[in-house]
């Protein structure tokens, strides 16, 4: 089953003087159960603008998006969001923001906390349940989102560069709680960054796109998180010759099209 996107496109309407914004133009992509998509591409190539269609924050111009049969015609309990910057509340505690996707669902506490602390254990923050979020380092309160997003049971979840602001050891044990997190949930992924090294490790599939008007220009399929999960290290996968290769090819790519867009 799985999500299928058949011939997308977006137009934002003119405004303030403003032209038409074409964000995406035919866009054809499926993404299977437990696959883990990465989109790659220049500022403005329309890869938040398809995550917004997928959450079902936005509805597309032409063109129909399916998850599991069913017409995509708004946000569900079937696919959850993490932003690039946490949106967590910052009124609350560790604990009862992983718990609030339940409690809007009108889960018991008791059952929502059991579900809850699940997911706080398997993103690393035990002991810091009844911190407030203001206290937790930004690569813990980014936890904390995707713990969120887990604790919903979600058949997709959506990752908008959901990294891009911690520094670079962080990142890279991030990725890796992501992957470990990803082979045992067996969730579908939708994932967004602009780090060609990350999208390369961290995907089964990478779509390239590229801006004005946003299309797929490139898909390849990729076997380097399935060599870290099967007990590689991740500097080992990400130091072998057929990921550096790949990188380099995919980054002439988009550096094309930053060039052509500039
Ligand atoms: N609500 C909106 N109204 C008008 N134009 C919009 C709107 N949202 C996005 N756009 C335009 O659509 C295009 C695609 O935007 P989008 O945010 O999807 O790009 P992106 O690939 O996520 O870029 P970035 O890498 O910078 O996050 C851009 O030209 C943007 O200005
Ligand atoms: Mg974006």
Not at 28 to 48: H, M, P, T, W, Y
Not at 141 to 151: D, F, K, P, S
Not at 220 to 240: H, I, N, T, Y
Request: net charge negative.
């Amino acid at each position: 089953m799985g999500l299928t996107i058949e011939n997308v496109s977006v137009v934002f309407p003119a405004a303030n003087g403003r032209p038409p914004v074409s964000a995406l133009s035919e866009i054809n992509l499926q993404i299977d159960d437990r696959e883990f998509v990465v989109a790659l591409g220049a500022s403005g190539c329309g890869k938040s603008t398809l995550l917004n269609l997928i959450a079902g924050f936005l509805a597309p111009t032409s063109g129909e998006l399916t998850l599991n049969g069913r017409r995509v015609e708004g946000p569900g309990a079937d696919r959850a969001v993490v932003f690039q910057k946490h949106a967590l509340l910052p009124w609350l505690n560790v604990i009862d923001n992983v718990a609030f996707g339940l409690q809007i669902q009108g889960i018991s506490r008791a059952k929502r906390y059991e579900t809850a602390n699940k997911f706080v254990g398997l993103l690393g923050l035990d002991g810091f349940q009844k911190s407030p979020v203001y206290m937790l380092s930004g690569g813990m309160q980014q936890r904390v989102g995707i713990a969120r997003a887990l604790t919903c049971d979600p058949d997709v979840l959506l990752m908008d560069e959901p990294l891009g602001a911690l520094d670079a050891l962080t990142r890279e044990k991030a990725q890796e709680l992501i992957l470990n997190i990803w082979d045992n949930t067996h969730k579908s992924i939708f994932f967004i960054t602009h780090s060609v090294e990350e999208a390369l490790f961290m995907g089964t599939k990478l779509v390239v796109m590229s801006p004005r008007p946003g299309r797929i220009t490139h898909v390849f399929d990729l076997p380097f998180s399935r060599q870290f999960l099967d007990g590689q290290s991740a500097r080992e996968v990400k130091a072998a010759p057929e990921f550096i290769r790949l990188r380099e090819d995919v980054l002439k790519i988009i550096f094309a099209d930053e060039e052509a867009a500039a």
